[in-house]
């Protein structure tokens, strides 16, 4: 079988892998890296959306031997290195922005990405960058506030429910 | 998913050797192709991805004024880096979702000619000219149906050339689940006319609206194409909306196209 090296959290990491495997399926099953989930594996639910060399992508539509070298970064590299929650985990802790949690690790890392490249955004910004990630519990207004919150921003003013 | 061998080659001659192989199918950003091999729908024995090809990548302006695109850019990198051309990067930037843009490509996107697309309606109304890795063809000699366009197997989209028109605007209705255009117009002016593309619409796929481009040639405002009524032949009629349903937003499209423009 042909072998894919690329990095992941900072960490080189190889493995063999189909010409079939996804970016999610050898995340999860190659290297027992779970926190990525599967929601839909139709590519619309965002749940599985990671770091592909800085930029949101969804590992369920992306072929895992299509990211030779590439930079990886999953939900398991959002943590800081003590283990504690980072900025935006700790927001969606702290704003409700989950109930059953399963569409948060895609919901974390479009934030992530989304303050990388616009650090203040407006609420409005929020929902629309957002709009790839479908979440069925939450009907979404703590999932703004919280990333509004993890980017600095009061959010006070900003409806809990 | 069936299981194929996969391919990533570095130069484009080396994609085109890759994609001589029987049952060779070359891949974009997958955005489309991946959940329809995942459906089985698609079985090839070879998937060639283009992904790793540096010099089908990027933006740059030609001579003659033209906006060139890498068959392999992004939606993102050309939401991002075709603001000489801003109604083409507002329509970039407004594709799926942010992952989706990130992955995707506009060669992918031509090559599939989805009927609800957006590039098409660009490509369709701006003239632009598809580059292979063996010909030039003109946008009007491209599209020609659903799913279907000049290009022969094997065939690579390594650049799309696109004149910058004096004005233009894409006026897209969302089909709010999958983000894709229930209609879509892209309006454009040049010195020497107006072409009108509708994507979303046909059972035909990308076509021009030759009525109002006549009546926006020679006057160029909403109002030229106020009684206009695009014909509900051939349009698509779906769970979605009715074939007079997508007419009437194909009038109404083009009208807020030409006022924001």
């Known amino acids: 079988m042909p072998k894919v090296t690329m990095r992941v959290n900072g960490r080189q990491v190889s493995g063999e892998v189909e010409g079939r495997t996804l970016l999610v399926q050898f995340l999860r099953e190659g290297l027992e890296m779970t926190g990525t989930h599967v929601g839909c594996d139709t590519s619309q639910c965002g749940a599985c959306v990671v770091h592909v060399n800085g930029a949101a992508m969804k590992s369920c539509t992306t072929f895992a031997l299509d990211l030779e070298g590439a930079e990886v970064k999953t939900i398991e590299g959002m943590a800081a290195a003590d283990g504690s929650l980072g900025v935006i985990q700790q927001a969606f802790q702290d704003h409700h922005g989950l109930q059953c949690g399963f569409c948060t690790p895609g ?48 959010v006070s003013a900003i409806a809990a429910e | 998913m069936y299981a194929f061998e996969f391919k990533r080659p570095a130069t484009l001659a080396e994609a085109v050797t890759a994609l001589g192989a029987e049952e ?47 068959g392999g850019t992004t939606h993102a990198a050309v939401a991002k880096g075709a603001g000489a051309y801003p109604a083409l990067a507002a329509l970039a930037g407004g594709i799926g979702d942010p992952a989706v843009r990130n992955r995707g490509t506009i060669g992918g996107s031509l090559a599939n000619n989805d009927p609800s697309a957006c590039y098409p309606s660009a490509v369709l109304a701006s003239g632009a000219t598809i580059v292979t890795n063996t010909r030039q063809i003109a946008a009007d000699d491209y599209f020609q149906g659903m799913f279907t366009t000049a290009l022969e197997p094997g065939e690579i989209i390594t650049e799309v050339r696109f004149p910058v028109p004096m004005k233009a605007n894409y006026q897209k209705f969302v089909q709010p689940a999958s983000r894709f255009a229930l209609v879509g117009v892209f309006v454009a002016q040049f010195k020497d006319g107006v072409r009108v593309a509708v994507t979303g619409a046909s059972t035909g796929g990308v076509f021009r609206w030759t009525e109002a481009e006549r009546a926006l040639s020679a006057n160029f405002s909403a109002a030229a194409v106020k009684g206009l009524k695009a014909s509900a032949d051939d349009l698509i009629a779906d769970i979605h909306g009715g074939a007079d349903y997508r007419a009437h937003l194909i009038g109404v499209l083009t009208g807020r196209a030409v006022a924001a423009c």
């Open chain 1, 107 to 154: 919901m974390v890392m479009s934030a992530a990405a989304l303050l990388a490249e616009n650090p203040k955004p407006t609420e409005a910004e929020v929902r629309h960058y957002l709009e790839g990630n479908i979440c069925r519990c939450t009907g979404y207004h703590n999932i703004v506030k919280a990333v509004m919150a993890a980017s600095g921003q009061d």
């Open chain 2, 24 to 70: 060779a199918q070359a891949l974009g950003g997958g955005q489309t192709l991946i959940p329809t091999l995942k459906q089985r729908l698609a079985a090839p024995a070879v998937l060639v991805s283009l992904n790793g090809i540096a010099e089908i990548k990027g933006i740059c302006t030609d001579d003659a004024g033209r906006l060139c695109i890498g």
